[in-house]
């Protein structure tokens, strides 16, 4: 198991570099988080969903992702707390002071899921959550060292020095735990290092002299990890933006945006650039506006009002730019959106942005499913649905795509009538190469990057594992998991 002494230390990328390195020497590797917070989820072909983070180690690791790699997904919500997700499906709701005494209810099935994991691989990766040494959070946890205890794996601390203070980090992580969440500690690694190596040294000599336990490696910053799919929404706010490309997108950040890497595959094009726009800012000057995917749709919307973002989106629409919408961001175009069974909140009935003849209605069913098909004119398009609610109405008549549906095309989405504001419920669209450099070149005449999305993702994997293979003691740490 591999614990941080904080949140963002890189748990996730370096359990998903491992994942492929130790796939390299034809091992059997499954990923796991027994509890991840996240609204960047994905489909399993089991039906279900888990946090992006594993799906791209259980692609790392080459196997496909199933609901047990992360039996319990927290997707936070405004008003209600956050949404409780456990073994791919929608458990229920609840404030962060009650969810605490429903863990102990699901070590369980936490515990479940790992067994099932564990008959099928030759080593497992788990990773921890924030911090290890969050001991106000120990009664129940699931996350961390609870999880590590019930389940008796040993555990690797992870820190990070780019942040600076990485040596009191993880003494002081030891400090905080106790003597038998100390003997479950094995190693360290510590990561994003930038520099001379030899330089950090003395740092390693002080860690171990004040821990006993061994480095098992320092790991340079990896630049290419931006390639990767982000977990974290905190990474959007250092999107850099390419202030000198030809097309222009501008994203308004809102407070719940989900799966928030529909946006990756425009990023790694040269000519485009994504711009994400921090509150309190007004939405430029765009050839498209990007309206995201959302946790909470109508909460989102009334935030996207209050910072005048429905104003810009107007100006935008009568000067002729163009609108696409992302399943929240779907929604949000439409005239109406209805909650009446109290799905993300009270029950409310709230206006649109109107830019779409369309009305939503939001249910208690949750589609979650991995599609296949094509745009208006042919061109293949592929991705993964994951919405409450149906959306209907005449825009529905102009369909943005047609999708599988096991017998044939369903149309899906909807667009204007003068064809510059569209939407539709299927995330990944822009991952579709074909599609993404068409839509590009109408929006402004390209010539196509060449940029092939999936290959990228696979190279910066296979690049991530030669990174750690030349850093880390890979040998010593299948010792280690062995020896558990």
Not at 234 to 257: G, K, M, Q, W
Request: charged residues 25%.
């Amino acid at each position: 198991m591999f614990q941080g002494t904080g949140s963002d230390v890189g748990k996730s990328l370096i359990v998903a570099g491992l994942a492929r390195a130790f796939a390299n020497r034809g091992l059997r590797v499954r990923p796991f988080k027994p509890q991840n917070m996240s609204n960047n989820a994905a489909v399993t072909g089991d039906g279900g969903e888990i946090g992006r983070a594993q799906a791209l180690q259980a692609r790392a690791a080459r196997t496909p992702p199933t609901v047990h790699m992360n039996p319990v997904l927290l997707k936070p919500q405004s008003e209600i707390g956050a949404q409780i997700v456990v073994q791919g499906r929608v458990h229920g709701t609840a404030k962060a002071s009650v969810y605490q005494g429903m863990k102990g209810d699901l070590m369980p099935l936490v515990l479940d899921s790992f067994t099932r994991l564990k008959t099928e691989a030759d080593i497992v990766l788990v990773e921890g959550a924030g911090s290890a040494s969050e001991v106000n959070l120990r009664a129940n946890d699931i996350a961390n060292m609870g999880f590590a205890r019930a389940a008796d794996v040993p555990v690797v601390l992870i820190g990070d020095i780019d942040r600076g203070g990485v040596i009191a980090s993880i003494v002081g992580t030891l400090a905080l735990l106790g003597p038998d969440e100390r003997a479950l500690l094995k190693g360290f690694i510590v990561n994003k290092f930038r520099g001379d190596l030899r330089l950090f040294d003395d740092g390693l000599a002080i860690i171990r002299e004040r821990t006993s336990l061994p480095s098992l490696g320092v790991v340079p910053y990896f630049e290419a990890a931006r390639r990767l799919p982000a977990e974290d929404a905190v990474a959007l706010s250092s999107y850099e933006t390419n202030h000198d490309a030809a097309i222009r997108i501008a994203v308004p950040l809102l407070p719940r945006i989900a799966n928030f890497d529909d946006l990756d595959p425009l990023r790694l094009e040269p000519d485009v650039a994504v711009n994400m726009v921090q509150p309190g800012r007004p939405l430029p000057d765009a050839d498209l506006i990007l309206l995201p995917g959302s946790k909470s749709t109508i909460a989102d919307l009334a935030f996207l009002r209050e910072q005048g973002w429905h104003i810009d989106i107007a100006a935008h629409v009568r000067r002729g730019g163009r609108v696409l919408g992302l399943c929240g961001g779907y929604q949000m175009l439409g005239r109406r959106i209805a909650d009446p069974g109290g799905i993300e909140g009270p029950a409310s009935d709230v206006d649109g942005l109107a830019l779409l003849d369309v009305e939503t209605e939001l249910t208690n069913d949750k589609t979650l499913v991995e599609v296949r098909g094509e745009d208006i004119a042919g061109t293949p398009v592929g991705g993964y649905e994951m919405h409450v609610g149906i959306t209907r109405g005449p825009a529905t008549a102009r369909p943005l795509l047609r999708l599988t549906n096991g017998i044939g095309l369903r149309p899906e989405g909807a667009v204007s009538a003068d064809g510059r504001v569209s939407g539709c419920y299927l995330h990944g669209l822009f991952a579709s190469d074909a599609f993404r450099h068409a839509f590009l070149a109408g929006l402004k005449p390209r010539a196509a990057s060449g940029i092939m999305y999936e290959h990228e993702i696979e190279s910066t994997l296979d690049a991530l594992a030669d990174h750690l293979a030349r850093y880390l003691d890979l040998d010593r740490i299948l010792e280690i998991a062995r020896s558990g």
